[in-house]
């Protein structure tokens, strides 16, 4: 059993701060990609950053220099370090993680979501 647990959301105002996370807990073999995602009202939901088991990263246009995707491969942890937020930042961020288990083939797990808002 596999699972993924976020933390970090809220209500910032523009031009605020905020950090994620996503923690990996269970009969966990390996970690190799994980990455962030998020989703507007009304619109699908759209890649953010990921970072690779080896440390690339790589970044959506739209948030670039703004956002920091970082991994604690010790705590089976992946960070967004979310800066100089914008009102369009709005939405439900979501991580996603490959993960090998102890038994069975790599597959990809979502975490629950995590509401951020920006707005003054």
């Known amino acids: 059993q596999v699972q993924l647990v976020e933390s970090g959301g809220g209500l910032v105002q523009p031009g605020g701060s905020l950090r994620l996370s996503c923690a990996a807990s269970?009969?966990?073999?390996?970690?190799?990609?994980m990455a962030w995602y998020r989703q507007a009202p009304g619109k699908q939901r759209e890649l953010v950053a990921v970072i690779t088991s080896g440390g690339s990263t790589n970044y959506a246009d739209s948030i670039k220099d703004r956002f920091t995707i970082s991994r604690d491969n010790a705590k089976n942890t992946v960070y967004l370090q979310m800066n100089s937020l914008k009102p369009e930042d709005t939405a439900v961020y979501y991580c996603k993680v490959e993960i090998r288990p102890l038994s069975g083939p790599r597959y990809d797990y979502w975490g629950q979501g995590t509401q951020v808002t920006v707005s003054s």
């Open positions: 269970g009969r966990i073999f390996s970690l190799n990609a």
